[in-house]
């Protein structure tokens, strides 16, 4: 099992940034994929940005040049760095990992608890 721990997550006004982080631990032998998802209420979970273990990135629309997620492979730990937010970026935050526990087996996928963002205009 991998378990998954997001911080990092509050009360921001609008403009303003914010960091959250998620760290995996358990049986880990290698992490496939880091991603970050939101829900907002009302609203279905999307995704909001990816990264491979190689650096690769990907990123909502909406979020493309205000967000930047990164990742230290050796802390089996991701980042999102979220700048010049606004309300529409309200929504509880999900860790999302891709994971395999040994060396062979089937990978797996792992969701965190969940982190508040909430912007205030």
């Known amino acids: 099992q991998v378990q998954l721990v997001e911080s990092g997550g509050g009360l921001v006004q609008a403009g303003g940034s914010l960091r959250v982080s998620c760290a995996a631990s358990?049986?880990?032998?290698?992490?496939?994929?880091m991603g970050w998802y939101r829900q907002a209420p009302g609203k279905q979970r999307e995704l909001v940005a990816g990264i491979t273990t190689g650096g690769s990135t990907n990123y909502a629309d909406s979020v493309k040049g205000r967000f930047t997620i990164s990742r230290d492979n050796a802390k089996n730990t991701m980042y999102l760095q979220m700048n010049s937010l606004n309300a529409e970026d309200t929504a509880v935050y999900y860790c999302?990992?891709?994971?395999?526990?040994?060396?062979?087996?089937?990978?797996?996928?792992?969701w965190g608890q969940g982190t508040q963002v909430t912007v205030s205009s």
């Open positions: 999302h990992v891709v994971a395999q526990n040994n060396r062979g087996s089937p990978a797996y996928t792992y």
């Open positions: 358990g049986s880990i032998f290698s992490i496939n994929y």
